[in-house]
Each structure stands twice: as C-alpha cells, then as structure tokens.
C-alpha cells in the first residue's frame, strides 16, 4: 500500500512527469534503474557501488532540473547520507526495483528538500 501511496504522491507533485510517460503510464528506465535493491545491496564496497551512485547523481540531478522550486532533492544530506538511507531501505525492500527506492527517497525526502541554492551561488 505504502508503494501505491508514494507513486500517487509523486503523481500529484510532478505533473511533467506523467507527459513524459507513455498513454499507459509507463516510461523506459535505465541502467541501475532495472536492477533490484538486493542488487544494490550486494554491489556496495564492490567495483559496481560506482555506477549506482553515479546513477543516483544523475537520477536527482535530472529530479531537480525538472521540478519547480527545487535546487537539491536531497536537501542538505551528502551522498554517503543517501547512500545509508537506501542501505536501509533496500534491505527491508531487496525485491523492489531500485528505480523505486529513488522515488521514495524522493517521496520521503520531498519536504527537506534545498528550494533555492545557497546565497553563495547566487548571483
């Protein structure tokens, strides 16, 4: 149920992305993406933990391009704080993709998230 509740969350905050499905609803994922969150969760301290985080970078960095009144998503946790939040994640949810534990972190996260970038980037 809480699965259900996160999608219809993310729906309802992000009105781009349901242009960007297709009719059904449905849009390709890619790379780490298809993987599952055990995968995840066996990958880390190996040669592939890379390509995840270089996934998540690229996932809410693409998140934060997109969504109105959002400089960071992950507000001010570091990746290795991310990292540790899905670490627990996955290992309650090892069969969830891992696509979907970055749309919960999302979901989770969403209210903490950094609205506008620091005065000192700003110009």
Known sequence: MKHLCSILFLLA?????????DSNGH???WGMGNKSCHSYNISRNTDEEQ??????MG???AFNIQMPDTYRIAGHMNLEEILVWLDDYCEVKPILAFEQSLAD???DNYDD???KAPSKFQR
């Open 13 to 21: 905050l992000i009105p781009v992305q349901s242009q960007a499905q």
């Open 27 to 29: 849009f390709a994922i």
């Open 51 to 56: 390509r995840y985080k270089d996934y998540i």
């Open 59 to 61: 996932f809410f960095t």
């Open 105 to 107: 972190f999302i979901a």
């Open 113 to 115: 998230r950094m609205k």
